[in-house]
C-alpha cells in the first residue's frame, strides 16, 4: 500500500487487490468510520488541511467477514509560502523575506531565470547575491517536507544603479604609540556614515562609528603591526588603507658595573657594562660641595641628562680639584630610559708631583735629575754610595714573554698580574701582564713583551697612578716601550691598532741622555679650520683608538691637528680624534 497524488488537500492510497475479495474499507482524514468504498485499488482521501500528517487505514471483506486493517502515515503538502517582501536592496543584492507555511520543513529558493533550486533549512529569508546593478529580477521560493515541495511563490524587485566609489579614508597616519597601543587617525570620507578598522587584536573587520580616530590595545612591545581602516555608507565599502607601526620596546635594562677611574688630576673615566635593550646611554653629573654651578661635572649643563651615544665608557674631563661628584648613567631607547646608577668619585687636589715610598721602602723620586749618588738615601744604594744590582723579580713564565734592556744598577722591577695592578678599569679591559718599576731610573730603558696587546703605563708620581698612553713600537717581533720613571706599564689585550716601527736604542750601556726620535718635517698645522661632520662619527682618544663618544651628524668643530686620515677637534670642552673622510672641512687645514 502506498501514498500518491498528494496536495494540500488530498491523499491518494493505491493498493494491490488480493483474492476472494468482495470489497474494501478505508478510514482516516476526514472520514469518520470505516467506509465501503467497493471492489477497487485506489481512493483518494479528500477535504484535507494542508501540511497536517494524516494516518489512513484500509481492510478487506468477503463472505467470512473482514481481514485485518493495514495502515500508512502521510502528510499533505503545505500551503505555498505568502507574505513575500523584498528589502536591502543594493547594486549587487537583494533580501526575499516569506511567512513560514504550516508543516513546512523547509525551503528552495531561487532566481526565475535559474536552472536549479538552492536548498535552505527551516528559514523565512535570502540574501541573493552577486547581482547585476540597475537589474529586474524574479525571487522565487517553495515550501517542502516529507511529502514534497508545493508550488513556487514569486515576488519582483530591481537592483540599485551602480554608485560611485565611496572614497577611502584619507590621511592615515598614527600617533601615541606606547609598548602595547598604536593610536590610527584618519580624514573622513565624504557621504560616508561610519568606518571600520582591523589590525592588532582585531582579526576582523569592526565596525567604530562616525569617527576619526581608533586606538588598538592590547598590542605586544616592539612588534610590528598592519593596521587598516575603510568607509562605509548604507550601500557602499570603499577601498581599505592600512599603515605599519611598530610599538615602543620596553625600556633598557639598568647599567650595571659602573666605575669611576682617573685619568688625569682634572678627568675621570666612566665605564659601565651594556644594558640589554639600549641604544644609547645619557650621563648626568652633579657635584657634592659647595663649588660654583660653573665648576661642576662639565658634561653639558648641570641637571640635564647628555646622550653620550652608544658607548661604554666616557671620559669627563674640566673637574674642579679636590671635589667629590655623583655621576648618573642610564641606558635608554625608544621607550624610554632605564633606572639611572650611580657612582661617587673625588678628584685630586692641585697636580703635585709626589714622593711616594713604594714596595721595600724604596724611595721614588720624579724630579728631572735622576743621578744618584751618597747623599741619597735608599734600599737601592749600596753602603759604599754605589747603586744595587737590578733585580728582576718575576717567575720564569713570567720573563719568557717580557723582556727588559739595560737594566742598570739601582732599578727594581717586579711582574704583577690583575691584582698587582689594582686597577678595575684596566682589569676589565683584560690586564695580561704589568711591569712594576721602582728604585732609581736613569734615563731610557726598554720594556718589551713577546705577546701582542697595547700599553698603558700608570705614573707612580701621583696618587692614586695616573694612567697615560704610551708609543708603542715593535723590535724582533716583540711589542715594546721606553721608561723613564717609576710606576706601571701594563700589557692588555691586544685592539685593532698596531705598534709603529721601533725606535734606536743603545744596545748596552745606561743612556747618558735622553734619546730623541729622528727629526721629521713638521706638517702644515690647521689655521682657523672647522669640520663638520657629514655622518654620525666615532670620536676616538687617539688616531683609530678607544671610542669616547659619537658626535652627531652636521655637528661643527674647531680642528686643532691632523694625521692621515684623521683631525684632532674639540668638542664639549674636550679634543680627540674623528675620521676626515665623512667631514666638510672650512679655512686653512693643512
Known amino acids: 500500500m502506498v501514498t500518491s497524488g498528494i496536495t494540500q488537500t488530498g491523499i491518494t492510497l493505491t493498493w494491490t487487490k488480493s483474492a476472494g475479495v468482495a470489497s474494501y474499507e478505508v478510514d482516516g482524514g476526514a472520514l469518520s468510520d470505516w467506509t465501503d468504498v467497493g471492489d477497487v485499488a485506489t481512493y483518494t482521501f479528500a477535504s484535507l488541511t494542508a501540511g497536517t500528517s494524516y494516518d489512513l487505514e484500509l481492510r478487506a471483506k468477503n463472505r467470512g467477514g473482514d481481514s485485518s486493517t493495514v495502515s500508512v502515515s502521510a502528510s499533505t503538502l503545505p500551503v505555498v509560502p505568502i507574505g513575500l517582501t523584498t528589502s536591502g536592496i543594493t547594486q549587487t543584492g537583494i533580501t526575499l523575506t516569506w511567512t513560514k507555511s504550516a508543516g513546512a520543513t523547509s525551503y528552495d529558493v531561487k532566481l526565475s531565470t535559474a536552472n536549479s533550486w538552492t536548498a535552505l533549512g527551516d528559514v523565512a529569508t535570502y540574501n541573493f547575491t552577486g547581482l547585476t546593478a540597475n537589474t529586474q529580477y524574479t525571487l522565487q521560493v517553495r515550501a517542502k517536507n516529507s511529502s514534497g515541495a508545493?508550488?513556487?511563490?514569486?515576488?519582483?524587485?530591481?537592483?540599485?544603479?551602480?554608485?560611485?566609489?565611496?572614497?577611502?579614508?584619507?590621511?592615515?597616519?598614527?600617533?601615541?604609540?606606547?609598548?602595547?597601543?598604536?593610536?590610527?587617525?584618519?580624514?573622513?570620507?565624504?557621504?560616508?556614515?561610519?568606518?571600520?578598522?582591523?589590525?592588532?587584536?582585531?582579526t576582523s573587520w569592526t565596525d567604530v562609528g562616525d569617527v576619526a580616530t581608533y586606538s588598538f590595545t592590547g598590542l605586544t612591545a616592539d612588534t610590528q603591526y598592519t593596521?587598516?581602516?575603510?568607509a562605509k555608507d548604507s550601500q557602499r565599502t570603499s577601498a581599505a588603507v592600512s599603515v605599519n607601526a611598530r610599538t615602543l620596546p620596553n625600556p633598557p635594562g639598568q647599567p650595571s658595573g659602573l666605575q669611576a677611574s682617573l685619568t688625569e688630576p682634572d678627568s675621570v673615566e666612566v665605564e659601565w657594562s651594556p644594558s640589554a635593550g639600549?641604544?644609547?646611554?645619557?650621563?648626568?653629573?652633579?657635584?657634592?660641595?659647595?663649588?660654583?654651578?660653573?665648576?661642576?661635572?662639565?658634561?653639558?649643563?648641570?641637571?640635564?641628562?647628555?646622550?653620550?651615544?652608544?658607548?661604554?665608557?666616557?671620559?669627563?674631563?674640566r673637574l674642579s680639584p679636590d671635589t667629590?661628584?655623583?655621576?648618573?648613567?642610564?641606558?635608554?631607547?625608544?621607550?624610554?630610559?632605564?633606572?639611572?646608577?650611580?657612582?661617587?668619585?673625588?678628584?685630586?687636589?692641585?697636580?703635585?708631583?709626589?714622593?711616594?715610598?713604594?714596595?721595600?721602602?724604596?724611595?721614588?723620586?720624579?724630579?728631572?735629575?735622576?743621578?744618584?749618588s751618597g747623599a741619597r738615601t735608599g734600599g737601592a744604594l749600596a753602603a759604599s754610595g754605589t747603586l744595587s744590582p737590578p733585580a728582576f723579580n718575576c717567575t720564569d713564565a713570567e720573563k719568557a714573554i717580557v723582556s727588559i734592556s739595560p737594566q742598570p744598577n739601582g732599578l727594581n722591577v717586579q711582574c704583577v698580574g690583575p691584582v698587582g695592578v689594582g686597577s678595575p678599569s684596566l682589569t676589565q679591559r683584560g690586564?695580561?701582564?704589568?711591569?712594576?718599576?721602582?728604585?732609581?731610573?736613569?734615563?731610557?730603558?726598554?720594556?718589551?713583551?713577546?705577546?701582542?696587546?697595547?700599553?698603558?703605563?700608570?705614573?707612580?708620581?701621583?696618587?692614586?697612578?695616573?694612567?697615560?698612553?704610551?708609543?708603542?713600537?715593535?723590535?724582533?717581533?716583540?711589542?715594546?716601550?721606553?721608561?723613564?720613571?717609576?710606576?706601571?706599564?701594563?700589557?692588555?689585550?691586544?685592539?685593532?691598532?698596531?705598534?709603529?716601527?721601533?725606535?734606536?736604542?743603545?744596545?748596552?750601556?745606561?743612556?747618558?741622555?735622553?734619546?730623541?726620535?729622528?727629526?721629521?718635517?713638521?706638517?702644515?698645522?690647521?689655521?682657523?679650520?672647522?669640520?663638520?661632520?657629514?655622518?654620525?662619527?666615532?670620536?676616538?682618544?687617539?688616531?683609530?683608538?678607544?671610542?669616547?663618544?659619537?658626535?652627531?651628524?652636521?655637528?661643527?668643530?674647531?680642528?686643532?691637528?691632523?694625521?692621515?686620515?684623521?683631525?684632532?677637534?674639540?668638542?664639549?670642552?674636550?679634543?680627540?680624534?674623528?675620521?676626515s673622510v665623512y667631514t666638510v672641512q672650512t679655512g686653512v687645514c693643512g
Do not use: H
Open 150 to 202: 508545493t508550488a513556487a511563490a514569486s515576488s519582483t524587485a530591481r537592483t540599485l544603479a551602480q554608485q560611485p566609489a565611496l572614497a577611502s579614508p584619507g590621511s592615515v597616519a598614527t600617533s601615541g604609540i606606547t609598548q602595547n597601543s598604536i593610536t590610527l587617525n584618519w580624514t573622513t570620507s565624504a557621504d560616508a556614515s561610519s568606518y571600520e578598522v582591523q589590525g592588532g587584536a582585531l
Open 227 to 230: 593596521l587598516q581602516a575603510r
Open 278 to 317: 639600549a641604544q644609547s646611554y645619557e650621563i648626568l653629573g652633579t657635584a657634592n660641595s659647595d663649588d660654583p654651578v660653573g665648576q661642576a661635572v662639565a658634561i653639558g649643563a648641570l641637571g640635564n641628562w647628555m646622550n653620550v651615544g652608544n658607548v661604554n665608557s666616557y671620559v669627563i674631563s
Open 324 to 372: 667629590e661628584y655623583t655621576v648618573e648613567v642610564r641606558a635608554v631607547n625608544l621607550g624610554g630610559a632605564s633606572t639611572p646608577s650611580a657612582v661617587d668619585f673625588r678628584t685630586q687636589a692641585d697636580r703635585q708631583p709626589l714622593v711616594v715610598v713604594g714596595r721595600g721602602g724604596l724611595s721614588q723620586d720624579n724630579s728631572d735629575s735622576r743621578e744618584a
Open 431 to 579: 690586564i695580561i701582564l704589568g711591569v712594576d718599576v721602582w728604585g732609581w731610573v736613569r734615563g731610557f730603558f726598554e720594556v718589551c713583551f713577546k705577546q701582542a696587546g697595547d700599553l698603558v703605563f700608570l705614573d707612580a708620581a701621583y696618587a692614586p697612578r695616573l694612567q697615560s698612553n704610551v708609543d708603542p713600537y715593535s723590535r724582533a717581533g716583540m711589542i715594546c716601550s721606553q721608561v723613564d720613571r717609576a710606576g706601571t706599564l701594563v700589557l692588555l689585550r691586544p685592539s685593532s691598532t698596531s705598534p709603529t716601527a721601533a725606535p734606536t736604542l743603545a744596545a748596552t750601556a745606561i743612556p747618558t741622555a735622553i734619546p730623541t726620535a729622528t727629526p721629521r718635517p713638521a706638517p702644515a698645522q690647521p689655521s682657523d679650520c672647522k669640520a663638520t661632520t657629514t655622518d654620525p662619527l666615532n670620536f676616538r682618544a687617539s688616531p683609530g683608538g678607544r671610542i669616547l663618544l659619537t658626535l652627531p651628524a652636521l655637528t661643527t668643530v674647531n680642528v686643532y691637528d691632523r694625521q692621515s686620515g684623521w683631525l684632532q677637534v674639540e668638542y664639549n670642552g674636550r679634543r680627540g680624534w674623528i675620521s
